[in-house]
């Protein structure tokens, strides 16, 4: 069963005095102003939530003059501080070989994609108005998939009948997901590119729906990183991030057991410090524009060798949200 935050936890969370108050620890649907609930508060570090283009601190600025029309539209936002850690990306390049490998570095994210993928059939089926049991429930949805890898989300969604755009900070993994999308029909029109989040926005590209799966953990500026999907995202339009909790049930499973006892991942793949809460991450999420609208976590069961989707978001968990509209926007239309 899917949470939802409602609007109520949404105002709470955004209208708390400072950024650490608005931090409470916990599940979500503890609505946080339930009577005699005990919810301690969690100190976030400031840098989480401060970057270049968003400070509590900054003296407010002068209402700009319109600018008089000149070409096409500029997406709003976007960051102009790079998303890349030089160290991350070398740890991906290194295991770029391995990505349609299903008992190798990237198992964990092959078990998971059927589950991921149902939260995002069902999220985005309800957010554009969609049938989820026709065949092709995305067909004309421009999708783009941030820090793709090889391409396995990528080329589902395509199979949903979405218009792909891929795109990953390592060359080996754009080649190996061109490659690998061209030896079959219906993924061979996906668009691989290797590129950032924040260079696309330069280049004006909007979507109707964002994907970013597992990939802000590794990123150097999480707030400028969601900045650059928000202003990839349409007015109106869906963004969806998975992600692993900062916690430390993750700590012990995501980590110690995953890394150093099942060796499922190399070594050194998650740094816990970079992690986010969910509750960081929609405030991130909100800083930028986009109001996570559902929020749901995944759970293994080792018996069974499968994940599922569950209300437990001690873990892995994903969020989608909204892309808002722009006051200007909604005022020049
Ligand atoms: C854990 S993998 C996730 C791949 C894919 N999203 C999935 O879940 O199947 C993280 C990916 O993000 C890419 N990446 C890391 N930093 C990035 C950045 N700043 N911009 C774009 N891609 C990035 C890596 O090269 C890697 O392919
Ligand atoms: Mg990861």
Sequence with gaps: ???????????????????????????????????????????????????????????????????PPQGPKRPAGGSTVSSLNPAEV????AIAETWWDSEGPFKPLHLMNP???SFIRSTLCRHFRR??????????????????????LSEPLARMGATVTGIDAVDKNIKIAHVHAASDPSTASIEYI???AEDLVKEHKQFDA?????????????????????A????????????????MRAYATAIVAAEYILNWLPKGTHNWSKLLTPEELVLILERAS????????????????????SDDISVNYIAYGIKKVEKASVESN
């Design 131 to 152: 049938d989820p049991n026709s065949s092709k429930p995305l067909e004309g949805l421009k999708v783009i998939d941030v820090g793709c890898g090889g391409g396995i």
């Design 1 to 67: 069963m899917l949470r939802r935050l409602t609007p109520s936890l949404r105002r709470s969370l955004l209208t708390s005095s400072s950024p650490s108050a608005a931090a409470v620890p916990g599940r979500w649907g503890v609505p946080l102003t339930e009577p005699g609930a005990s919810l301690p508060h969690t100190l976030l570090p400031q840098w989480r939530l401060c970057s270049s283009a968003a400070s509590h601190s900054s003296p407010p600025t002068p209402p700009r003059p319109p600018s």
């Design 90 to 93: 070398a740890k991906f390049a």
């Design 290 to 309: 986009i109001s996570v609208q559902e929020m749901a976590g995944f759970v293994y069961n080792p018996l069974r060798g499968e994940w599922s989707l």
């Design 194 to 196: 290797c590129t950032t």
């Design 210 to 230: 964002v994907i970013s799966l597992e990939v802000i953990e590794h990123v150097a500026n999480p707030l400028g990183f969601c900045e650059s999907l928000s």
């Design 115 to 117: 589950t991921r993928l």
């Design 232 to 247: 990839l995202t349409v007015p109106n339009g869906a963004t969806v991030i998975s992600t692993i909790n900062r916690s």
